[in-house]
């Protein structure tokens, strides 16, 4: 199983080692620092963390860690050029799967400029991005991401993230790939079921986002053990369990 969206440096080895135990052989850490910076060094400090320290304390317990780098909104007050500079080199590197997590929380200037920037960067270099959606407003927020995507970006190259029962109508026909976020006060595995009953499994991630609020590590495993319990295919559960995002990822 892969969860395709985590926050590993808010999380404990022995979350890893619970996940890796109970199935999960790979999971992408995205960039998010939870608090309002202006000091670009110390964003930097961050990513490179993200990509040195907790790809190794994930591997110590068995957990496959891949990264995603990138400015997430709340962290747009900070000046870009130095992260922008290591970006390109990690891409370059290949050091990372994609640029992420990015995207748009309270519509103000700079995150509308450093959103649209990393959308063009991945156009250049032919990247995948992962994009947030927030929790407040996530309808208006979704309706301008829609609008500004295509704009500057193939909509293959883009998961759109945290999608929830409530927005998967106004995306469901684009050509995104869709992240369902099963995680307290976000999203119940029975909720995700639904969506996938209803839209079927090719577009679909799952990912529990475990960071610094309320997360459980296993939701991803809770998720498809439900679709087992239930009888679907198990050609459908494996598309949403880590053959889609195997292929979207490039991960295989």
């Known amino acids: 199983m892969i969860d395709t969206h985590i926050h590993a440096d808010s999380r404990s080895g022995e979350d890893f080692k619970e996940m890796y135990l109970a199935g999960i052989n790979t999971a992408i850490t995205c960039s998010f620092y939870p608090y309002k910076i202006e000091n670009e060094i110390v964003l930097l400090n961050h990513l490179n963390r993200i990509l040195e320290l907790d790809t190794r304390r994930a591997s110590e317990y068995g957990l496959d860690l891949k ?12 000046k870009t050029d130095l992260i922008f500079e290591n ?29 649209k920037k990393q959308l063009d960067i991945a156009n250049e270099t032919n990247s995948k991005v992962i994009i947030h959606t927030p929790r407040k407003n996530k309808k208006e927020v979704l309706k301008e991401i829609l609008n500004i ?3 500057h970006l193939d909509e293959k190259q883009a998961v759109i993230d945290h999608i929830n029962p409530n927005i998967v109508e106004d995306v469901i026909n684009a050509d995104y790939t869709l992240g369902l976020t099963v995680q307290p006060q976000k999203m119940t595995e029975i909720e995700a079921i639904g969506i996938l009953n209803e839209y079927g499994f090719d ?19 809770k998720t498809v053990r439900e679709l087992q319990r239930q009888g679907y295919e198990k050609s459908e559960i494996e598309k949403v369990s880590h053959k889609n995002a195997e292929k979207f990822f490039d991960l295989i």
Do not use: C, M
């Open 67 to 78: 990264v995603a780098l990138g400015i997430h909104p709340t962290n747009s007050d900070v």
């Open 87 to 115: 970006l390109y080199r990690w891409i370059e590197n290949k050091e990372i799967v994609a640029i992420g997590e990015i995207g748009l929380e309270d519509l103000t200037e700079n995150e509308l400029i450093v959103f």
């Open 149 to 151: 995507v295509p704009q």
């Open 203 to 221: 577009k679909f991630l799952l990912n529990s986002d475990i960071s610094n609020k309320a997360s459980d590590p296993l939701s991803v495993v």
